[in-house]
């Protein structure tokens, strides 16, 4: 990320939030995304024998489900080096189209920005 523009303040935070998700629960992946009005939800990959989610499905359905009507950003913290199909959809869903998903690395660095 030598050559890009430093991160905004606020997706730096969701990409931390993301990381310290994945870390304090030994998932996968971590994520957060900020709602319209600037609130975050966070989540890890959920993985049960009936319900599998990544961890940005997760968060969008957190949100949802928390009353949040849009989104400005999404981070995913994974081993990953794109974002799934199906993150993007999700986050299209909620967001609409063009929504910035932020993809870092576990150590917290960014990877890619990619765009519903």
């Known amino acids: 990320m030598s050559d890009a523009a430093p ?13 310290s998700a ?30 599998r989610l990544t961890a940005l499905q997760t968060a969008v359905a ?7 009507r849009s989104l400005e950003a999404a981070a995913v913290v994974t081993e990953a080096t794109d974002a799934a199909d199906l993150d993007l959809a999700a986050v299209r ?6 929504t910035p998903v932020l993809l870092a690395g576990p150590d917290g660095e960014l990877r890619v920005t990619a765009r519903t």
């Open 22 to 51: 994945r870390a304090r629960n030994g998932v996968p992946e971590g994520a957060a995304v900020r709602d319209e009005t600037g609130r975050t939800y966070v989540a890890g990959t959920v993985a049960l024998d009936s319900l």
């Open 62 to 68: 957190m949100a949802v489900a928390s009353g949040a």
């Open 7 to 19: 991160l905004d303040p606020e997706d730096r935070k969701i990409i931390t939030l993301a990381r």
């Open 93 to 98: 869903d909620l967001g609409g189209p063009g």
